[in-house]
């Protein structure tokens, strides 16, 4: 029988004494918590709450003596002090934040500087100031003018009256940034400002409120229903924190599984789909399975992870061999190696045996199909089950490849380049094909690009905005830190009919026939690109025919 849980008599906590004992390990952040996700209007917003003297709500904290959680060492960009201590052997009373990891890491990231010692704040601040900018919590100051909070998002001189927020906390610092104000003849008023401001920062009280109880799994379904409301969790986070335990850390897990995949050029991939691979293993509605459905699954058959890790990177190995895709950056869409993941584990008996040369001709068909008539997009709970089921009977006993209500017609090619989209990546790998048969000539592999560099490797021929610059026809496939066709183009400005008199197979590369070399030597820069799209739209055509499908021409 689990045993019993209470709320304690709820704290009142000024703010430095509460992140004193956040910095001293009085009460930690374990490692269940989703990372720090504000957005800076959200911690402008707590800021501007505190010096108005808005509540900005309790912080729900666990207490426990037989739980000692991992937890996070820094918060923001600031170190913990009782980091790298040696934990206590004996049982005494450990405090975990449930609800206020998000306000607790705003508020130490920018006045926690202020709590540590002199000697310490020099080198945390020579450390962090050259980093500060690269960790994506920018510090904030308050303009003391305009009596409001600011961000610094870049180097450079920062205004006179910007009174940095890690000063409030630290009288010496505050004192000096006053005496250096006053001694180059500042107004006065901006100095009783700052020491009004350092005042009701010292002041504000925070309602701390402690439930206490040994039951693991009632403190992370606490986790959960006060997690419900603020910013939203991500599926993986929540579903993290409800199946922790000292033995089972979903999150660690998820990136020891992007690591093995890593071996394959998939370390990028999503934890969210790595998830979802986890929820088809296990019979799960892929869409609709709650959290508790979730964790109830996982609990039974924690193995689960390292089965979806193998059938991970078997679909990964089929999409590099069979479709040129050789990472999540080119793939069209994150629920084919999902689906793809689990039809070849069943099929192969969890990967006990190979494929045949027929199913594997199936399946790479399949992917085209569902690329190229956009099946993935906006689908349903109900059509993505169905498409799996299909997936799987397919893969164990052949069949057409066209999952259920698969459309034939492949719209035209669109007017504008998204990277984003199936279709812009599914001709971005078509102007590879075009490279890979002259890979010696090039020097490079095309599919690694594209897998590397992603939106980066496809860019403007013309730097030019507008209708007639927006499509694929002004795209080049090229490595972004090479000097390639490209920068040749913007330079040289005609520069592509000297390749064509050099060597034509170079113009055949990047789809460039013969009237769209002739209109850019006429500086037609219109027409060149009309011949250009009607070269890739031949392409694509020729490859979707080979399909079965209808393809609209536009």
């Given at each position: 029988?689990?045993?019993?849980?209470?709320?304690?008599?709820?704290?009142?906590?000024?703010?430095?004494?509460?992140?004193?004992?956040?910095?001293?390990?009085?009460?930690?952040?374990?490692?269940?918590?989703?990372?720090?996700?504000?957005?800076?209007?959200?911690?402008?917003?707590?800021?501007?709450?505190?010096?108005?003297?808005?509540?900005?709500?309790?912080?729900?904290?666990?207490?426990?003596?037989?739980?000692?959680?991992?937890?996070?060492?820094?918060?923001?960009?600031?170190p913990l002090a009782w980091c790298g201590e040696k934990e206590?052997?004996?049982?005494?009373?450990?405090?975990?934040?449930?609800?206020?990891?998000?306000?607790?890491?705003?508020?130490?990231?920018?006045?926690?500087?202020?709590?540590?010692?002199?000697?310490?704040?020099?080198?945390?601040?020579?450390?962090?100031?050259?980093?500060?900018?690269?960790?994506?919590?920018?510090?904030?100051?308050?303009?003391?003018?305009?009596?409001?909070?600011?961000?610094?998002?870049?180097?450079?001189?920062?205004?006179?009256?910007?009174?940095?927020?890690?000063?409030?906390?630290?009288?010496?610092?505050?004192?000096?940034?006053?005496?250096?104000?006053?001694?180059?003849?500042?107004?006065?008023?901006?100095?009783?400002?700052?020491?009004?401001?350092?005042?009701?920062?010292?002041?504000?009280?925070?309602?701390?409120?402690p439930i206490v109880t040994e039951d693991l799994e009632l403190?992370?379904?606490?986790?959960?229903?006060?997690?419900?409301?603020?910013?939203?969790?991500?599926?993986?986070?929540?579903?993290?924190?409800?199946?922790?335990?000292?033995?089972?850390?979903?999150?660690?897990?998820?990136?020891?599984?992007?690591?093995?995949?890593?071996?394959?050029?998939?370390?990028?991939?999503?934890?969210?789909?790595?998830?979802?691979?986890?929820?088809?293993?296990?019979?799960?509605?892929?869409?609709?399975?709650?959290?508790?459905?979730?964790?109830?699954?996982?609990?039974?058959?924690?193995?689960?992870?390292?089965?979806?890790?193998?059938?991970?990177?078997?679909?990964?190995?089929?999409?590099?061999?069979?479709?040129?895709?050789?990472?999540?950056?080119?793939?069209?869409?994150?629920?084919?190696?999902?689906?793809?993941?689990?039809?070849?584990?069943?099929?192969?008996?969890?990967?006990?045996?190979?494929?045949?040369?027929?199913?594997?001709?199936?399946?790479?068909?399949?992917?085209?199909?569902?690329?190229?008539?956009?099946?993935?997009?906006?689908?349903?709970?109900?059509?993505?089950?169905?498409?799996?089921?299909?997936?799987?009977?397919?893969?164990?006993?052949?069949?057409?490849?066209?999952?259920?209500?698969?459309?034939?017609?492949?719209?035209?090619?669109?007017?504008?380049?998204?990277?984003?989209?199936?279709?812009?990546?599914?001709?971005?790998?078509?102007?590879?094909?075009?490279?890979?048969?002259?890979?010696?000539?090039?020097?490079?592999?095309?599919?690694?690009?594209?897998?590397?560099?992603?939106?980066?490797?496809?860019?403007?021929?013309?730097?030019?905005?507008?209708?007639?610059?927006?499509?694929?026809?002004?795209?080049?496939?090229?490595?972004?830190?090479?000097?390639?066709?490209?920068?040749?183009?913007?330079?040289?400005?005609?520069?592509?009919?000297?390749?064509?008199?050099?060597?034509?197979?170079?113009?055949?590369?990047?789809?460039?026939?013969?009237?769209?070399?002739?209109?850019?030597?006429?500086?037609?820069?219109?027409?060149?690109?009309?011949?250009?799209?009607?070269?890739?739209?031949?392409?694509?055509?020729?490859?979707?025919?080979?399909?079965?499908?209808?393809?609209?021409?536009?």
């Amino acid at each position: 029988m689990p045993s019993s849980a209470y709320l304690a008599q709820p704290i009142i906590q000024r703010l430095p004494s509460l992140l004193r004992e956040i910095r001293e390990g009085e009460i930690r952040i374990p490692r269940f918590q989703r990372p720090f996700v504000w957005t800076t209007e959200q911690r402008l917003d707590l800021f501007r709450s505190i010096y108005e003297g808005i509540p900005i709500g309790s912080i729900l904290i666990w207490r426990t003596k037989d739980h000692a959680l991992r937890c996070y060492d820094h918060l923001g960009r600031l170190p913990l002090a009782w980091c790298g201590e040696k934990e206590e052997e004996e049982k005494r009373v450990r405090q975990y934040v449930l609800d206020g990891h998000q306000r607790l890491t705003t508020l130490f990231d920018a006045l926690g500087a202020g709590l540590i010692t002199a000697d310490q704040a020099t080198k945390a601040v020579a450390a962090n100031q050259d980093e500060e900018l690269l960790d994506g919590i920018p510090p904030v100051y308050f303009d003391l003018e305009e009596r409001t909070f600011r961000i610094h998002r870049r180097p450079g001189k920062l205004p006179d009256q910007w009174l940095p927020l890690s000063d409030l906390l630290d009288p010496y610092k505050l004192f000096e940034f006053q005496k250096r104000h006053l001694e180059a003849g500042a107004d006065r008023t901006l100095v009783n400002r700052a020491e009004s401001l350092a005042s009701t920062f010292k002041d504000y009280t925070i309602p701390v409120v402690p439930i206490v109880t040994e039951d693991l799994e009632l403190a992370t379904q606490s986790f959960q229903r006060v997690n419900s409301d603020g910013t939203p969790m991500n599926e993986v986070h929540m579903v993290s924190a409800l199946t922790w335990s000292p033995d089972f850390d979903l999150n660690e897990l998820i990136r020891e599984v992007q690591t093995e995949l890593g071996e394959v050029g998939w370390q990028d991939l999503e934890d969210k789909m790595i998830l979802n691979t986890c929820k088809a293993a296990l019979d799960l509605d892929i869409y609709y399975a709650d959290t508790e459905e979730i964790r109830k699954a996982i609990k039974e058959r924690p193995q689960v992870l390292e089965e979806a890790s193998k059938s991970l990177k078997a679909a990964a190995r089929f999409l590099r061999a069979e479709c040129k895709i050789y990472g999540p950056a080119i793939l069209p869409y994150s629920f084919q190696i999902v689906l793809l993941a689990d039809a070849i584990w069943r099929a192969t008996d969890c990967l006990q045996r190979e494929l045949s040369q027929e199913t594997a001709a199936l399946i790479r068909k399949w992917f085209w199909l569902t690329t190229y008539t956009e099946h993935f997009a906006g689908i349903s709970a109900v059509r993505l089950a169905r498409t799996l089921d299909h997936l799987r009977k397919l893969t164990a006993e052949g069949g057409v490849p066209e999952p259920p209500g698969a459309s034939f017609r492949v719209a035209p090619i669109p007017r504008r380049f998204d990277f984003r989209s199936a279709r812009s990546r599914a001709i971005a790998l078509r102007m590879a094909d075009l490279q890979a048969y002259g890979r010696k000539l090039a020097g490079q592999d095309p599919y690694e690009l594209l897998s590397v560099y992603g939106r980066h490797a496809i860019t403007k021929i013309f730097p030019y905005s507008g209708n007639y610059f927006e499509g694929p026809e002004n795209r080049v496939l090229d490595h972004p830190q090479a000097f390639g066709l490209r920068e040749e183009l913007r330079i040289l400005g005609l520069g592509l009919m000297v390749k064509m008199e050099e060597d034509a197979k170079f113009l055949a590369l990047h789809a460039v026939s013969e009237a769209a070399a002739e209109a850019l030597s006429m500086e037609d820069l219109e027409a060149f690109l009309v011949h250009r799209r009607k070269t890739l739209i031949d392409l694509e055509e020729q490859f979707v025919m080979d399909l079965d499908l209808q393809y609209d021409r536009g």
